[in-house]
């Protein structure tokens, strides 16, 4: 019998793959039955200020889960047990899904003029259409609410979920990282039609390809950072968020630099388990404001070939 279910459920995975995944509800609920997802989510919030505490966690006013499995979810555990190649292409789905979009709402921007019809809709100083926003990166470190910049935010966070799934087994991250590279590119396509209405395929499929490179190059930009310093850090935030702006403000700089060093921290106290449920809720760079103040040691030591940091060409 558990063998005639086994197969049944394989067969109805392998149809549903052919099929758009929000037009198949019951291997959405299998593989949500398998990751033992809670009724109440549990939201950890990755706090700039370090780890996130898990007795904080709040349950945002949803019934606790039971104690008592049904047999849908014992079923499901022993599917996802005994198959799991199967079922993890569904659950990096779904969770990629909203991580991206926990990613994208950092930096989200709206067009009122783009509703109304004969209204010109402003323009940036680089021809860009121009938004409204609000929020640290646009109130505090002055960018401009664009679409480029919206994409260069989502990526930089989207860039520290990377660096945590690199984490996970070797046969699972690709499946993760491509998940979070289609869902971006659905999220972006999205935006250009409904925020920017570029109807043409054609310029959508450029855009979203100039993106993809963009990509390619801010992740390596950023791994060398990670590698060889602060400075080389900010030097790629610099040339991706701030599109290399001589006027930026370098203590607001070095504050998103400190933000990102904390949210990897932060990430990397997470089982795989946590990160594999989407509980990731993204903090503020404002909260290294502190940090950023606080005078270095280096700064009282003498200046000596010895001390001196490396020149990165």
Same mark, same amino acid.
């Given at each position: 019998?558990?063998?005639?279910?086994?197969?049944?459920?394989?067969?109805?995975?392998?149809?549903?793959?052919?099929?758009?995944?929000?037009?198949?509800?019951?291997?959405?609920?299998?593989?949500?039955?398998?990751?033992?997802?809670?009724?109440?989510?549990?939201?950890?919030?990755?706090?700039?200020?370090?780890?996130?505490?898990?007795?904080?966690?709040?349950?945002?006013?949803?019934?606790?889960?039971?104690?008592?499995?049904?047999?849908?979810?014992?079923?499901?555990?022993?599917?996802?047990?005994?198959?799991?190649?199967?079922?993890?292409?569904?659950?990096?789905?779904?969770?990629?899904?909203?991580?991206?979009?926990?990613?994208?709402?950092?930096?989200?921007?709206?067009?009122?003029?783009?509703?109304?019809?004969?209204?010109?809709?402003?323009?940036?100083?680089?021809?860009?259409?121009?938004?409204?926003?609000?929020?640290?990166?646009?109130?505090?470190?002055?960018?401009?609410?664009?679409?480029?910049?919206?994409?260069?935010?989502?990526?930089?966070?989207?860039?520290?979920?990377?660096?945590?799934?690199?984490?996970?087994?070797?046969?699972?991250?690709?499946?993760?990282?491509?998940?979070?590279?289609?869902?971006?590119?659905?999220?972006?396509?999205?935006?250009?039609?409904?925020?920017?209405?570029?109807?043409?395929?054609?310029?959508?499929?450029?855009?979203?390809?100039?993106?993809?490179?963009?990509? #390619?190059?801010?992740?390596?930009?950023?791994?060398?950072?990670?590698?060889?310093?602060?400075?080389?850090?900010?030097?790629?935030?610099?040339?991706?968020?701030?599109?290399?702006?001589?006027?930026?403000?370098?203590?607001?700089?070095?504050?998103?630099?400190?933000?990102?060093?904390?949210?990897?921290?932060?990430?990397?106290?997470?089982?795989?388990?946590?990160?594999?449920?989407?509980?990731?809720?993204?903090?503020?760079?404002?909260?290294?404001?502190?940090?950023?103040?606080? #005078?270095?040691?280096?700064?009282?030591?003498?200046?000596?070939?010895?001390?001196?940091?490396?020149?990165?060409?």
């Amino acid at each position: 019998m558990r063998q005639q279910l086994s197969r049944n459920l394989h067969r109805r995975a392998q149809y549903t793959f052919l099929r758009p995944f929000s037009q198949s509800p019951q291997i959405f609920a299998v593989t949500q039955a398998a990751e033992n997802l809670p009724v109440a989510k549990k939201v950890r919030h990755i706090s700039p200020k370090g780890p996130a505490n898990p007795s904080a966690s709040t349950t945002q006013g949803l019934r606790p889960q039971t104690a008592q499995q049904s047999p849908t979810r014992k079923l499901a555990q022993e599917f996802r047990k005994r198959a799991p190649e199967t079922t993890e292409t569904y659950v990096a789905y779904g969770v990629s899904e909203a991580l991206v979009k926990e990613c994208a709402r950092q930096a989200d921007y709206s067009i009122p003029q783009a509703k109304e019809k004969g209204v010109e809709i402003p323009k940036a100083q680089d021809g860009e259409d121009l938004g409204v926003g609000t929020g640290w990166w646009y109130e505090e470190m002055g960018l401009t609410p664009t679409f480029n910049t919206w994409a260069q935010i989502t990526f930089l966070h989207m860039y520290l979920l990377t660096v945590r799934i690199r984490c996970f087994p070797a046969a699972h991250a690709p499946t993760w990282n491509q998940h979070m590279i289609n869902h971006f590119s659905y999220l972006a396509e999205e935006r250009m039609v409904t925020v920017h209405n570029i109807q043409a395929r054609m310029v959508r499929n450029k855009y979203l390809k100039d993106l993809f490179v963009q990509w #390619r190059g801010l992740t390596a930009g950023y791994d060398e950072g990670l590698v060889k310093g602060d400075a080389v850090l900010a030097a790629a935030v610099w040339r991706n968020v701030c599109k290399a702006d001589e006027n930026v403000d370098l203590q607001k700089l070095g504050m998103v630099v400190a933000y990102m060093r904390s949210v990897l921290s932060a990430l990397d106290t997470m089982d795989d388990s946590a990160v594999a449920t989407g509980d990731v809720v993204f903090g503020s760079p404002s909260n290294e404001a502190a940090l950023v103040k606080q #005078r270095s040691k280096m700064m009282d030591m003498e200046f000596t070939s010895e001390n001196q940091a490396p020149v990165v060409l």
